[in-house]
């Protein structure tokens, strides 16, 4: 059978098709299975003799284990980033104050900002009044009236 033949080179092979594939696929997922494989290739230079079994049963403990401890130290060490609000266009716009065009009726209007209308939900106010962007719902701003 092919996989009694398996070896410590078939090991790092695999790993080493993982990490690249890492490369086509970023989240850190193939590359800790890529390091679990190189190490599975480590113990059977050391212990010839494991077999298939026990060779696969390593792979999928150390590749589990290594993701699951990867993805818990992310989320409590976050990537920091000079622009945090890339790619939630919504979240750019908070604490900005913006004249309305149009008035709030009954909790909901709309307001232009830069190019484009966005929904709002706040008091009811006339046209003209000056509201400041609190935070945001999926694509609708929440605003307050701002006093002067």
Known sequence: MILEQL?????WIIGIILI????????????WMGIAAGLVGLILVVAPEMTWQYQF???AVVSVVSIVVWRNYLNKH???TDRPTL????EQYVGRTFTLTEPVVN????????DT???????DCKSGTKVKITKTDGAVFKVEVVSE
């Open 7 to 11: 070896d410590f080179w078939h090991w």
């Open 87 to 90: 790619n939630m266009r919504g």
């Open 78 to 80: 976050p990537t920091e």
């Open 117 to 123: 209308m966005w929904k709002i939900e706040g008091a």
């Open 57 to 59: 049963i390593v792979f």
């Open 107 to 114: 909790g909901v209007g709309k307001i232009k900002v830069d």
């Open 20 to 31: 690249i594939l890492e490369l086509f696929a970023p989240g850190a997922f193939f590359l």
